[in-house]
């Protein structure tokens, strides 16, 4: 009798264990799930262009809390707000971003423009502020098809929140923009200005050569840093990709007139961009739909994202000493005091420091 009590006492001591051990294993399973799922949701995305390195959404996000076209400029070109990581003219320094308006009756366009050197501007994207017959505003940033294919295009998903997006964004972002303001374009603080009688459109002083006093060019990151910065933007409802151009005449308008560059255009087809993905490779970004169509809405199709392919070796281009016009734009702005000097020893770019240096 004892002899099969103690069999039975085996037997379901096994199948416990047995139990046991399968539990554990579709736990550890699970885990293993979850990792790879938060994994991929961290993991960085790419177009494999160049404007991966300056994020179109914390552009958006910046133009929504500036008072003026001068505070903008000033904020996308702040080091301290980890947005522009952008080196078009391959001389190892973050390039000035600078603002140019124009307005047409109701429209007006918000170009963000690199100088590339003393001959040669860059448009990097352009921001359409557009008032319909209704009086409904519509805001949408679209990037340069140089730097960021065809039809970029983020738009405001006008949610509500009263938390700044951009862990690099320091400042007055919560005390200037209410939270109500999220609801609607209507409320940001810089479409009101712009539609105010008081707006006068606004030209960047600064050129090749000549920045202002605040700002000191500094050495760009690796794009797995930069992306640490803004990955954010992509898993909230803040701010959201689209295929639709809100208002495609005046974009049409203005399309063939951007300003481009021939040095940008070697530096794509050298593979001089790619140094910033440091020989990594990184998946391509998802593009939104529209009715199970992923086609642009104004009937041209999309270039397809590349990504960096670490065979290929950079080839640094360095534009010559520009010859310095002394004539400024503006009258009414002064000149800098001081222009920035290179430092005289380099150092590495994924290391970056604070040279107050003039560019080459």
Same mark, same amino acid.
Request: aromatic share 12%; proline share 8%; no cysteine.
């Given at each position: 009798?004892?002899?099969?009590?103690?069999?039975?006492?085996?037997?379901?001591?096994?199948?416990k264990?047995?139990?046991?051990?399968?539990?554990?294993?579709?736990?550890?399973?699970?885990?293993?799930?979850?990792?790879?799922?938060?994994?991929?949701?961290?993991?960085?995305?790419a177009?494999?262009?160049?404007?991966?390195n300056?994020?179109?959404y914390?552009?958006?996000?910046?133009?929504?809390?500036?008072?003026?076209?001068?505070?903008?400029e000033?904020?996308?070109?702040?080091?301290?707000?980890?947005?522009?990581?952008?080196?078009?003219?391959?001389?190892?320094y973050?390039?000035?971003?600078?603002?140019?308006?124009?307005?047409d009756?109701?429209?007006?366009a918000?170009?963000?423009?690199?100088?590339?050197?003393a001959?040669?501007?860059?448009?990097?994207?352009?921001?359409?502020?557009?008032?319909?017959?209704?009086g409904?505003?519509?805001?949408?940033?679209?990037?340069?098809?140089?730097?960021?294919?065809?039809?970029?295009?983020v738009?405001?998903?006008?949610?509500?929140?009263?938390?700044?997006?951009?862990?690099?964004?320091?400042?007055?972002?919560?005390?200037?923009?209410?939270?109500?303001?999220?609801?609607?374009?209507?409320?940001?603080?810089?479409?009101?200005?712009?539609?105010?009688?008081?707006?006068?459109v606004?030209?960047?002083?600064?050129?090749?050569?000549?920045?202002?006093?605040?700002?000191?060019?500094?050495?760009p990151?690796?794009?797995?840093?930069y992306?640490?910065y803004?990955?954010?933007?992509?898993?909230?409802?803040?701010?959201?990709?689209?295929?639709?151009?809100?208002?495609?005449?005046?974009?049409?308008?203005?399309?063939?007139?951007?300003?481009?560059?021939?040095?940008?255009?070697?530096?794509?087809?050298?593979?001089?961009?790619?140094a910033?993905?440091?020989?990594r490779?990184?998946?391509?970004?998802?593009?939104?739909?529209?009715?199970?169509n992923?086609a642009p809405?104004?009937?041209?199709?999309?270039?397809?994202? %590349?990504?960096?392919? *670490?065979?290929?070796?950079?080839? =640094?281009i !360095? #534009? @010559?000493? +520009?010859?310095i016009? $002394?004539?400024?734009?503006n009258?009414?702005?002064?000149?800098?005091?001081? %222009?920035?000097?290179? *430092?005289?020893?380099?150092?590495? =770019?994924? !290391? #970056? @420091?604070? +040279?107050?240096?003039? $560019?080459?």
């Amino acid at each position: 009798m004892i002899f099969f009590v103690t069999l039975i006492v085996i037997g379901v001591i096994k199948f416990k264990i047995r139990i046991m051990k399968k539990a554990l294993l579709l736990l550890v399973i699970g885990l293993l799930r979850l990792a790879a799922i938060s994994q991929n949701v961290n993991e960085p995305e790419a177009l494999g262009l160049p404007g991966d390195n300056l994020n179109l959404y914390a552009v958006l996000d910046v133009f929504q809390k500036s008072r003026t076209l001068e505070d903008f400029e000033k904020a996308i070109n702040d080091k301290n707000r980890k947005i522009n990581n952008l080196d078009l003219n391959g001389d190892t320094y973050i390039d000035y971003i600078k603002v140019v308006s124009e307005k047409d009756v109701n429209s007006h366009a918000i170009i963000l423009q690199v100088p590339i050197n003393a001959k040669e501007n860059q448009d990097v994207a352009v921001i359409n502020v557009s008032k319909d017959s209704s009086g409904k505003i519509s805001v949408q940033i679209i990037g340069d098809a140089d730097l960021y294919g065809q039809y970029y295009v983020v738009e405001s998903s006008s949610v509500r929140t009263s938390v700044t997006p951009n862990p690099g964004y320091a400042g007055e972002a919560k005390a200037i923009i209410p939270e109500t303001a999220y609801t609607s374009v209507d409320g940001w603080p810089i479409v009101l200005y712009l539609f105010s009688p008081v707006y006068v459109v606004y030209r960047s002083p600064w050129y090749w050569g000549y920045y202002p006093n605040f700002w000191h060019p500094w050495y760009p990151v690796f794009y797995h840093d930069y992306w640490g910065y803004h990955y954010h933007y992509f898993r909230n409802n803040q701010y959201h990709r689209t295929l639709v151009v809100l208002n495609p005449v005046y974009y049409n308008h203005y399309y063939p007139r951007r300003s481009t560059s021939t040095m940008v255009m070697t530096n794509k087809r050298n593979g001089s961009y790619n140094a910033t993905y440091n020989g990594r490779n990184y998946r391509k970004p998802t593009f939104p739909s529209r009715n199970g169509n992923t086609a642009p809405s104004m009937g041209q199709s999309l270039n397809k994202p %590349r990504v960096a392919s *670490p065979n290929r070796q950079p080839v =640094p281009i !360095r #534009p @010559t000493a +520009p010859t310095i016009n $002394r004539r400024m734009p503006n009258r009414e702005m002064q000149r800098p005091s001081a %222009r920035p000097v290179l *430092p005289t020893s380099k150092q590495n =770019p994924a !290391r #970056p @420091t604070s +040279p107050s240096g003039r $560019r080459n």
